[in-house]
Every structure is written in C-alpha cells, then in structure tokens.
T-cell receptor, first 114, second 113 residues
Framework: SQTIHQWPATLVQPVGSPLSLECTVEGTSNPNLYWYRQAAGRGLQLLFYSVGIGQISSEVPQNLSASRPQDRQFILSSKKLLLSDSGFYLC?????????????FGNGTRLTVT | LAKTTQPVSMDSYEGQEVNITCSHNNIATNDYITWYQQFPSQGPRFIIQGYKTKVTNEVASLFIPADRKSSTLSLPRVSLSDTAVYYCLVGGDGSGNTGKLIFGQGTTLQVKP
C-alpha cells in the first residue's frame, strides 16, 4: 500500500532563518506531488505541484521554493522565513494521468515563525 | 474552474444522519465531485467521489442530481468522532494538465452527545 511521510511534525523557527520540509511517498511510482499551506481557520492553498523529477510548478508567488530531487521526494524550502510563512504545511500525492485521482495527504508540519 | 459553495458549519447529535450539500453551478462535463474530511492538525482524508447519480461506500453516500449542479454528502448515524471539517471539491487532481483543485473553507460539522 502507498504511504506518505512528512517531517518534522512541528517546527518553530525565527524570522530570517532557512526552512526545509521533506515529504516522501512509498508504494507508488511517478506520483504527482503537491505542497499546500493552511492558515489558521482557512482552507488549503496550493503552493507547488510536480508531475516528475525536477518539474515544479508554482501557484503563488512567495518566499518559498520547492524541489523534487527524486521520484518520490518533495522538498519545500525557504532561504529566509517571514512571519507570514507560519501555517500548516501539507504534502500530498495523486496517481498520475488520472484527472479524477483523489489527493492523499500527509499529516502535515505545523510551522511557527517567531 | 468550478467554484463550490457549502455551509460554513452544521451541528448534529450522535446517531443522526447528516447531509451536507455543496453547490457547484459551473461544473464542467469532465469534472468529478470529491469529498474530504479533515480533523484538527491532520491532513484531509479522501471520503468519497462521484460523477453522477449515487455512490456509496463504507463511510458515506454521495447523491448527485441529474444536472450535477449540486451534490449531497450523507453520513449515516454520526458519532462524536465524525466531528471534523468536510470539503467538497470539483475538478481534476490539480496536476498541470488537468486543472487545479480549490479547497474552500469547508463545512465544520460538530456532533454533540
């Protein structure tokens, strides 16, 4: 069966510090991968998605970047965090080439920028 | 992209059936309707998906009328553990060649004892 792992679960970082959140998927090949952010009491906002190694599409201009160095690894990064980067970050995967493929989410990372 | 509208919140009691309706007037011909459940501090979990008529699984039922401009998620005999936010989404999986999913604020369901 397929599983998705995200870490860390919680993170507190000072303003201006770098960020690296990692997500890995097991049990599937060439998944579509996604990073979402959820602000407190809000819906999910799609940040990045990837349909293959090295292929990243950004949905919202911001202080963050994403990379996909391996087929089942998706990394969210920032060189200098802002207070507004605080939130709940979720990684998800879906089956490629199926328009109605549901999203499968990890358990998320709660990021607090102080 | 088809926008969805659903109630912000609903209350229910244990053992009752809960129906959450979602409006999607601009649904496209190829769009599927998908519902997710989210507990606090967890990622959303896929519940059910349908295209037309009725779909049922071990967790819920999804009713879709012929015009597909709305859908209703039905949760039979809810329990306290069904307290969560429920999202209705319409469209593809969010990959570049099939469009983007939009998660709204969802419906916060509070089940009371």
């Amino acid at each position: 069966s397929q599983t998705i792992h995200q870490w860390p679960a919680t993170l507190v970082q000072p303003v201006g510090s770098p960020l690296s959140l990692e997500c890995t998927v097991e049990g599937t090949s060439n998944p579509n991968l996604y990073w979402y952010r959820q602000a407190a009491g809000r819906g999910l906002q799609l940040l990045f998605y990837s349909v293959g190694i090295g292929q990243i599409s950004s949905e919202v201009p911001q202080n963050l970047s994403a990379s996909r160095p391996q087929d089942r690894q998706f990394i969210l990064s920032s060189k200098k965090l802002l207070l507004s980067d605080s939130g709940f970050y979720l990684c998800a995967w879906s089956v490629p080439d199926r328009e109605n493929s549901p999203l499968h989410f990890g358990n998320g990372t709660r990021l607090t920028v102080t | 992209l088809a926008k969805t509208t659903q109630p912000v919140s609903m209350d229910s009691y244990e053992g009752q059936e809960v129906n959450i309706t979602c409006s999607h007037n601009n649904i496209a011909t190829n769009d599927y309707i998908t519902w997710y459940q989210q507990f606090p501090s967890q990622g959303p979990r896929f519940i059910i998906q349908g295209y037309k008529t009725k779909v049922t699984n071990e967790v819920a039922s999804l009713f879709i009328p012929a015009d597909r401009k709305s859908s209703t998620l039905s949760l039979p005999r809810v329990s306290l553990s069904d307290t969560a936010v429920y999202y209705c989404l319409v469209g593809g999986d969010g990959s570049g060649n099939t469009g983007k999913l939009i998660f709204g604020q969802g419906t916060t369901l509070q089940v009371k004892p």
